[in-house]
């Protein structure tokens, strides 16, 4: 037994703490590999193949067409009947209008501004429509347009429509 005035030796570890530090540092590398792993995107092969077709048919198309223009005819009813307002009939017409041009194109009509329309070239059609009938009806302070007007433009933006 060491003296008072000794120094004490170093206490040693056992064998089995340094196995059990390298195991848990081999456990948390398998872990983080495995999340890299599994999280990573999928390598896809691509393979050349025909051009996809169509989303609509001829047929599917023109029924598209009848329903929007019921819609339109149906707004333009309810204004003349006095159950919409004109600036209400002229929201609901530009509403029906861009919801038309998003189903039977996949433009995003319904959520862009006239400026965006314009940069993105769409059918004249409907920026005059939404320019002189929809846009001073909803934002211009005053009295708005005749929906009737604006209806017609509905029509003519739903049959031109490309």
């Known amino acids: ?19 059990l530090a390298f195991g ?11 999340v890299i ?9 691509v393979v050349a193949g025909p051009a996809p077709q169509p ?6 198309l023109s029924q598209l067409r009848m329903e929007y223009l019921d819609r339109v005819q149906q707004i333009e009813t309810d204004y003349r009947e006095r159950r919409l307002s004109p600036r209400n009939a002229n929201l609901e017409l530009s ?7 998003n189903e039977y194109s996949g433009l995003e009509a319904p959520v862009l501004s006239l400026d965006d329309l314009i940069a993105r070239g769409v ?5 005059d429509a939404v320019r002189r009938h929809y846009y001073p009806s909803i934002f211009r302070p005053g009295p ?4 009737v007007a604006g209806a017609e433009a509905a029509r003519t933006v739903v049959r031109s429509w490309h």
């Open 24 to 34: 848990i540092l081999a456990l948390l590398v398998a872990a983080v590999w495995l």
């Open 55 to 60: 989303l609509y048919t001829g047929d599917v």
């Open 37 to 45: 792993a599994l999280t990573r995107p999928r390598r896809v092969a």
């Open 123 to 127: 059918h004249p059609a409907l920026i």
């Open 95 to 101: 509403r029906v209008v861009r919801t038309f041009v």
């Open 144 to 147: 708005p347009i005749d929906p």
């Open 1 to 19: 037994m060491p003296g008072p005035d000794e120094l004490y030796p170093p206490a040693q570890y056992g064998w089995g703490w340094m196995l």
